[in-house]
Antibody, heavy 116, light 112 residues
Framework: EVQLLESGGGLVQPGGSLRLSCAASGFTVINSPMTWVRQAAGKGLEWVSAISGTTGGTYYADSVKGRFTISRDSSKNTLYLQMNSLRADDTAIYFC?????????WGQGILVTVSS | DIVLTQTPLSSPVTLGQPASISCRSSQSLVHSNGNTYLSWLQQRPGQPPRLLIYEISNRFSGVPDRFSGSGAGTDFTLKISRVEAEDVGVYYCMQGAQFPRTFGQGTKLEIK
């Protein structure tokens, strides 16, 4: 059974950093395309970043490019999202998902709040 | 970036009746490999999104056959043949043809 479990969210001040983790089971993250999607309260879904399963190539939304970094650790079977220079408009629930061109499995999400 | 426009944004439906949601893309979603990467997701209240349909019309594992997808190029449709109470939520289309991936604004399905 595929499971994804996000962690690492919380309250951070503007300009601060957080690293989100997404622990996977039931498949291997190093062989699968993986994606981060976020959702601000009461709003729609926003694609944030993805990493290719084959090449390891990384992709970012313009809104986070240069501030966020996606990566993965094969030994821990975990996906990460390093978030720096956080802004108030980064406040959202962050979901990790397995997939690239379509997103098959989703985690429950983790709340990130950027506020002073 | 590819813009996906969903209509309607809200759809009140009677139980047992059909429902239909349209998703129009600002560009063709046909990838250079010939596949069309348009998918549909359902998000029930308080839940993460769930994949329903991928590549226009392929139902994902465990998705009831009352859900169907159709379309081509830039125009796509999700149909529910007979709406059930558990279908309440917001439905999103998503394109996977180009980076950045993009979602439609969402269509809220509610029971009359």
């Amino acid at each position: 059974e595929v499971q994804l479990l996000e962690s690492g969210g919380g309250l951070v001040q503007p300009g601060g950093s957080l690293r989100l983790s997404c622990a996977a089971s039931g498949f291997t993250v190093i062989n699968s395309p993986m994606t981060w999607v976020r959702q601000a309260a009461g709003k729609g879904l926003e694609w944030v970043s993805a990493i290719s399963g084959t090449t390891g190539g990384t992709y970012y939304a313009d809104s986070v490019k240069g501030r966020f970094t996606i990566s993965r650790d094969s030994s821990k079977n975990t996906l990460y999202l390093q978030m720096n220079s956080l802004r108030a408009d980064d406040t959202a629930i962050y979901f990790c998902a397995e997939g690239g061109s379509w997103l098959e499995y989703w985690g429950q999400g983790i709340l990130v709040t950027v506020s002073s | 970036d590819i813009v996906l426009t969903q209509t309607p944004l809200s759809s009140p439906v009677t139980l047992g009746q059909p429902a239909s949601i349209s998703c129009r893309s600002s560009q063709s979603l046909v990838h250079s490999n010939g596949n069309t990467y348009l998918s549909w997701l359902q998000q029930r209240p308080g839940q993460p999104p769930r994949l329903l349909i991928y590549e226009i019309s392929n139902r994902f594992s465990g998705v009831p056959d009352r859900f169907s997808g159709s379309g081509a190029g830039t125009d796509f449709t999700l149909k529910i043949s007979r709406v059930e109470a558990e279908d309440v939520g917001v439905y999103y289309c998503m394109q996977g043809a180009q980076f950045p991936r993009t979602f439609g604004q969402g269509t809220k399905l509610e029971i009359k």
